[in-house]
């Protein structure tokens, strides 16, 4: 859809710029690490850094972004690197960006540009793709005037301004009527989901949700504590599409555990809204585990992003626990510890049994492998058994034989047909 930024045969040379001001907040700034963090997502989508410019100024140009002298600093490292590209930490305009465009003779691009790039990418399941096309799409709109300036600059010149104008209009148009079909599919994809959800819910099974910032080990450890297989290698956003697995932490507790596309500073907000088909997931999990880069000196400010998406996709009831992972590269006992927090290394499997029973002690709801003999007379009960329970067998005799996983509640019910595995405590009037 968009024009290909980043050839497969050719390796872009990028200058990378920033702007820190007063009058942007800390989330909007440019700084030394976030251009680090820049270059990084460049590199992930085939291009190369060749210079940084950062400016200090009161307040943004609102021509330029930068000040004049210094969009002409970039313009001189632009020829002297031989660059082809350059790529604003910050989010520009859509006027911005087409002055600058003009102004360096080389394309440019915002933050959000490159990680929309990254995700067109990476995207691998028809979900995943549907969500990074609307987000495309919802990316454009606002930026094809700037597309159309070649006619803008033939101003007056016959034949151009009707044409021009109406093929515009039905530039417009045409995304328009697009979003509008994308947004009906991820409609659909919810509705399924929820259908889903409920299903889980009858059935009493936990889900856990793994969060966190961009290659803080989340596929890794989704591997370790279930074989899932994901590939998981040392890039931002090697993972986009959901995978789901189950997990047996007792004999009678098993859960669902999913991986989600990691979250950045500056993440673009027409991805958030696009994924939140996907992402609405963390509302309605039993808990989150909030995989935490403890060997990157800024753990804190990255799980301060995190914690900030998860406010905005109305998940902060949900009950979580910190995971600091990466701890075999760190020297000294320096995490916080506590009911809420677990050091561990998913490379190694260092601190995995601490986890595993924190997840035990929050997830098992005490439930009981036990066997029933149910008169045919309450055979009522069979049905609420397949229903509220994990029924394993189910034989016809004198009665009927049952073999289910229960929990306490349902226990309560079938009580008095329990043979094996559970007893029910008696209550001080029953003596």
């Avoid at 979003?179 to 009858?202: A, D, N, P, W």
Wanted: aromatic residues 6%; contains cysteine; glycine residues 6%.
């Amino acid at each position: 859809m968009f024009d290909k930024t980043f050839d497969e045969h050719k390796i872009n040379r990028s200058v990378l710029a920033g702007l820190n001001s007063p009058a942007l907040s800390r989330e909007e700034n440019a700084t030394e690490d976030s251009l680090a963090e820049l270059a990084a997502l460049l590199e992930t989508a085939g291009g190369v850094c060749v210079g940084t410019v950062l400016q200090n100024k009161a307040t943004p140009d609102p021509r330029t972004f930068l000040g004049e002298g210094k969009v002409e600093e970039v313009k001189q490292l632009c020829e002297g690197t031989k660059a082809d590209l350059v790529i604003f930490d910050n989010d520009l305009s859509p006027s911005q960006q087409r002055v600058l465009t003009e102004t360096l003779g080389v394309q440019v691009l915002d933050r959000s540009a490159l990680i929309l790039d990254i995700f067109a990418q990476r995207a691998r399941t028809s979900e995943g793709r549907l969500q990074v096309e609307l987000a495309q799409y919802k990316y454009l709109l606002p930026r094809l005037t700037s597309m159309w300036s070649h006619l803008e600059r033939q101003e007056g010149a016959i034949g151009t301004r009707g044409p021009g104008e109406t093929q515009l209009e039905t530039d417009r148009r045409l995304i328009r009527r697009k979003i509008t079909r994308l947004e009906g599919e991820l409609k659909e994809v919810r509705r399924i989901r929820s259908t889903q959800r409920q299903r889980r819910e009858k059935n009493e099974v936990p889900v856990v949700a793994i969060v966190g910032y961009t290659n803080a080990g989340k596929s890794t450890l989704l591997n370790f504590l279930t074989g899932a297989g994901i590939p998981a290698n040392n890039r931002l956003f090697d993972t986009l599409d959901t995978t789901t697995r189950t997990l047996e932490l007792s004999d009678t507790c098993t859960v669902l555990i999913s991986d989600t596309v990691g979250f950045i500073s500056k993440l673009p907000h027409q991805l958030v809204e696009a994924f939140k088909a996907t992402l609405e997931e963390l509302e309605y999990a039993d808990l989150l585990l909030h995989v935490i880069d403890a060997s990157d000196p800024n753990w804190q400010e990255q799980a301060e992003v995190v914690e900030r998406l998860i406010t905005e996709l109305n998940a902060w009831e949900t009950p979580r626990l910190e995971v600091f992972n990466k701890c075999d590269l760190l020297e000294g006992d320096i995490l916080p510890r506590g009911e809420d927090a677990v050091a561990i290394s998913a490379r190694t499997g260092e601190g995995m049994e601490d986890l595993l029973g924190k997840l035990r002690q929050r997830l098992d709801q005490g439930a009981h492998h036990v066997k029933l003999a149910i008169p045919y007379d309450k055979g009522g009960l069979l049905d609420l058994l397949h229903r509220e329970a994990k029924v394993e067998k189910v034989e016809y005799g004198e009665a009927i034989e049952v073999e289910a996983v229960c929990t306490p509640k349902v226990l309560g019910k079938v009580r008095d047909y329990v043979t094996e595995g559970w007893q029910p405590t008696k209550e001080p009037w029953e003596d």
